[in-house]
């Protein structure tokens, strides 16, 4: 079974400043799906960013960027220039390419952004 | 294009009760899948439903169940409530042959049971 690990509960850091959260995650398919997925207090979850396995290039969005590493099974979330309205809890999830529309998800990071 | 859309959004229930919840997916996805949002236990998968016809499981008790409907439309229902359901449940639409894998999801259903 798939398994994705959020070693830091909680983050924080200075609005403007660059933070990176962590991810790792365990499994033996070689195909498959890596995600940051975004809750702010309004409980929607909203995608950040994805990353497909196949891809070596890492992905990049806008502020939004990953450090994809397949052979650590590490996947890390850059936000640059933090603002306000990025603070949220952000968790990585992972999914495989066949069958089950079926995410796994990280116990996630409460990310503060200090003004 | 319409989102996700979950309703109730706030229900409160007592232990033993049962309670409906519904999801309406985004129009033109098919899969609608179901998880559990605890703050032990985090996020979890319920299961999924593609073609009205359920396709995974999680590791629930069968006290949870669900359906889909012609339209897509989705209800989970949880019988017998116990203190621990209380949860946010959220729902996720997906084309499910979709290139880019993104599921997407509705603001969810907080549950409470007194």
């Known amino acids: 079974a798939q398994t994705v690990t959020q070693s830091q509960p909680e983050m924080s850091v200075q609005e403007a400043e660059t933070v990176t959260l962590s991810c790792t995650y365990d499994?033996?398919?070689?195909?498959?799906?890596l995600f940051w997925y975004k809750q702010p207090p309004s409980r929607q979850m909203i995608l950040v960013i994805r990353?497909?396995?196949?891809?070596?290039q890492n992905a990049t969005e806008n502020r939004f960027s990953v450090n994809f590493q397949k052979a650590a099974k590490s996947f890390s979330l850059k936000i640059s220039d933090s603002q306000l309205g990025d603070a949220a809890m952000y968790f990585c999830?992972?999914?495989?390419?066949?069958?089950?529309?079926?995410?796994?998800f990280g116990q996630g990071t409460r990310l503060t952004i200090n003004p | 294009k319409a989102g996700v859309t979950q309703t109730p959004r706030y229900l409160i229930k007592t232990r033993g009760q049962q309670v409906t919840l519904s999801c309406s997916p985004i129009?033109?996805?098919?899969?609608v899948s179901w998880y559990q949002q605890t703050p032990g236990q985090g996020l979890q998968f319920l299961f999924e439903?593609?073609?009205?016809?359920?396709?995974n499981k999680g590791n629930f008790p069968g006290r949870f169940s669900g359906r889909q409907f012609s339209n897509s439309r989705s209800e989970m229902n949880v019988s017998t409530l116990e203190l621990g359901d209380s949860a946010l449940y959220l729902c996720?639409?997906?084309?499910?042959?979709?290139?880019?894998?993104?599921?997407?999801f509705g603001e969810g259903s907080r549950l409470t049971v007194l």
């Open positions: 439903y593609f073609s009205e016809t359920q396709r």
């Open positions: 999830a992972y999914k495989g390419i066949q069958g089950a529309q079926k995410l796994v």
């Open positions: 990353q497909e396995a196949y891809k070596q």
């Open positions: 129009s033109g996805h098919r899969s």
């Open positions: 996720a639409s997906s084309p499910r042959t979709s290139p880019t894998g993104e599921l997407f």
């Open positions: 499994t033996s398919e070689s195909d498959y799906y």
